[in-house]
């Protein structure tokens, strides 16, 4: 036994060439951006599974949140695996398919124009398509050239790896409600708007307004969105009600786009812009446009992309 073991050790130091360090570097390499990956999309779950709906592919919200919470796990477990080397063949295999599956994904959204920001790394970095499928190819090319290499390198799991596997799958599968997601969340169809008040909001081009007194008819606007162009002659006739309290809009756009979309679309309110992150919070599980009903910070009811009719918000008044 120690012979082998003394073979082994000869085999493996002369193997440590050029290509054995070329593989573990690939392979790490993609390791790492897969761990960032899953530990960032994490820290705001909420946020993440909002972005995967953007994708227009799964749209039932329990599916979402599974699907958001399983691809965390994975990158977790994937990214560990490659740093550690942990049985190559099936790491390696594994995380190719995962990236085949993401180009899939972010092709339909080129393609599709879905959304503009690929969701790789939640709300900490915004990818176009393009640049997303131009990072997966060139990862995709490292997993396959480790591939080939993986053989020089690949070693028996030793019981510590297997140990640090196991923990990493628990760590993956407890981080998001860490970060606070409850599992009650998962399956819950109606729109959360539970910890963000109106008053941390910090306001871009509404300074007359005091959204924190009195009442106000407050639209979550997306100035790419077509469901928001269509609904802005409907809702300029509800701005036409002096019994309706006043109405404005918030946008995560740019200026530049909040401008387009005025001169294009005529809307009759105000649209100031807020942080993204604040806006996918306050429009948790929804769609866009968001119609909120608020009086003194708190939303009374909350209407998504259909505008109701003049009598349902005054029926929501009383």
Known sequence: MSEDRATLATLTEESRDWRWWVTRLLAGAVGVVLLVAGVLKS?????FIKQIKDYDIISNRTALALTAWGLIVVECVLGVALLLFYRPRITLLATGALFLVFMGAIG????????EDCGCFGAWAKRTPAQAMLEDVLFLGAIVVAWFGHRRVERPPTRLKSWVMGLTLVVGLALPMVFGFPLSAISQSKPRTAGMKLET????GLDQYDLRIGEYLVILLDTECSHCQAAVPQLNALTQDPALPPMVALCKNEEWRRVLFANTYKPAFPLGQIGEKEFLKLLAAGETPRLMLVRDQQVLKIWDKEVPPAGEIKAALK
């Open 201 to 204: 909001l910090q306001v871009q």
């Open 43 to 47: 820290t705001d779950l909420e946020m």
């Open 108 to 115: 339909w959204a080129w393609v599709t124009g879905a959304t």
